[in-house]
């Protein structure tokens, strides 16, 4: 189990693991964050809500490892989720990695897995031979189509 935080969704991490989240993160995306969000809950993505207890006790680790103030509720709650689901913990959040470390939840790293493959990509004009980041339906600088291609 991989519970998600929300530059998860933002990245667009993937993972052929069951993954989980907490309903907070919903509240901090916004566009095709939020659609991948309610796609990927259509999907089966469990929605975890922490008890108390155990957002008390992230919040005291993190108070020891002086990570608290860093930290918002929402951050909170997705280690506590992660602590309870025995799941790990994927973000790039430093605090938020700490805390885990502190208490034993396992962390996985957004940027050194997720977003390298999904950011390889590059789109080439047929035409002049510029590359984009993203598709175009045609190249905004001499309308020729594009393509996709793998710059490594
Ligand atoms: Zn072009």
Redesign the pocket.
């Known amino acids: 189990m991989y519970v998600l935080d929300s530059s998860a969704f933002i990245n667009e991490y993937h993972t052929d693991e069951q993954i989980a989240t907490i309903p907070l993160v919903k509240e901090e995306l916004e566009g095709e964050a939020a659609f991948r969000f309610d796609a990927l809950e259509g999907s089966g993505m469990h929605l975890h809500i922490p008890e108390q207890d155990t957002v008390e006790r992230i919040e005291r680790a993190a108070r020891e490892t002086g990570d608290l103030a860093e930290l918002s509720e929402t951050d909170v709650r997705l280690v506590a989720a992660a602590f309870e689901l025995d799941a790990r913990l994927v973000t790039d959040d430093y605090a938020m990695q700490n805390v885990a470390e502190k208490l034993d939840v396992a962390v996985e790293v957004i940027a050194r897995d997720g977003i390298s493959e999904q950011r390889d990509w590059l789109f080439q004009?047929a035409?002049?031979g510029?590359e984009f980041d993203e598709n175009h339906d045609r190249?905004p600088?001499?309308g020729?189509s594009l393509s996709r291609k793998n710059p490594a």
């Open positions: 004009c035409g002049c510029r190249c600088i001499c020729s």
